[in-house]
């Protein structure tokens, strides 16, 4: 089904609702599926740099991630073939710089 074909179905029940509005608790209802259901699952690659700690997610093999915007939930983070279960330690500065 279409956003356009849902809008339409949904406008059957709410009729003087706008387009625009209907639109936007659509997309809120399917996020909320999504988190609840987490029925889209993809791997980001990405690649690190000598003191850089935050990175945007940008190496996305599937469609139905397209921007930084799309990801809900960070599952696992491998390094070098590796699993990182945590964090060791606390920074020394707080590093707000992103990788370019």
């Known amino acids: 089904m279409t956003e356009a074909q849902a809008i339409e ?7 003087s609702e706008s387009n625009a509005k209907l639109l936007i608790l659509l997309k809120s209802a399917v996020k909320n599926f999504s988190i ?3 029925i889209v699952r993809a791997k ?3 690649t690190t740099q000598a003191n ?3 990175y945007p997610l940008t190496g ?3 469609t139905a991630i397209t921007s930084n915007d799309d990801v809900i939930k960070i599952d696992r983070v491998d390094y070098n073939n590796t699993w990182v279960d945590y ?6 500065k707080e590093d707000l710089s992103e990788a370019v």
């Open 60 to 62: 996305f093999a599937s």
């Open 36 to 38: 609840d259901t987490q």
């Open 44 to 46: 980001s690659t990405e």
């Open 87 to 92: 964090l060791a330690g606390e920074p020394e």
């Open 52 to 54: 850089v700690r935050y």
């Open 9 to 15: 179905r949904i406008k059957e029940l709410f009729p």
